[in-house]
């Protein structure tokens, strides 16, 4: 495996997201989880964006500054992002959120982040209920350590909490995206 690789599980999850997002020239585009920045760097093939990212590995940020000079990219959990209040049209998280210790503190940090009438973009794991529920009782003892698996309605209700609007959800196969403006 290359220094650079993203890897190919969320190839998926980040080919329905490229098909979902409304980008603009010279939107402020925030990747949570942007491990290697290859993500953000699809997004500018498309229209001119001006791209940060987070990880919480510095391994995959100095591969993201590497590849991507012109991007602003820091090491960073999801709860206290180190860039300005309102400064990002739009804020993507793919095949990640399920990570999120607290995905309430993460929909208060977006929201700070987030400009009037900017977009969050959550894609995941799509799962019915009775899965849903056995993958949070067992998602503790699995090697990952993930944290929480949340459906659409469940998301939509944290983040409406703080603020968001929900736009839009999609279905498709194990994947869904909401989408939800602030």
């Known amino acids: 495996m290359d220094n650079f690789s993203d890897g190919n599980f969320s190839e998926n999850f980040k080919n329905h997201l490229f098909e979902s997002i409304t980008l603009k020239d010279n939107d402020s585009v925030l990747d949570i989880g942007c491990g290697n920045g290859t993500f953000l760097m699809r997004m500018a093939k498309l229209k001119n964006i001006v791209g940060y990212g987070i990880d919480i590995s510095p391994k995959?940020?100095?591969n993201a500054k590497e590849l991507s000079p012109s991007f602003n990219f820091a090491?960073?959990?999801c709860e206290n992002i180190p860039f300005s209040d309102n400064s990002m049209d739009i804020i993507t998280v793919c095949a990640a959120h399920h990570h999120f210790p607290n995905i309430g503190a993460f929909a208060k940090e977006a929201n700070r982040l987030?400009?009037?009438?900017?977009?969050?973009?959550?894609?995941?794991f799509y799962l019915p209920i009775p899965f849903g529920y056995f993958t949070n009782v067992?998602?503790?003892?699995?090697?990952?350590?993930?944290?929480q698996y949340y459906s659409i309605k469940e998301l939509?209700?944290?983040?409406?909490?703080v603020g968001f609007r929900k736009v839009r959800k999609i279905k498709k196969g194990h994947i869904q995206i909401v989408s939800l403006k602030a």
């Open 60 to 62: 995959m940020i100095e």
């Open 75 to 77: 090491v960073s959990d």
């Open 114 to 124: 987030i400009r009037g009438g900017g977009s969050i973009y959550i894609v995941d």
């Open 138 to 147: 067992f998602a503790p003892l699995s090697v990952e350590h993930d944290v």
């Open 156 to 161: 939509v209700n944290i983040f409406s909490s």
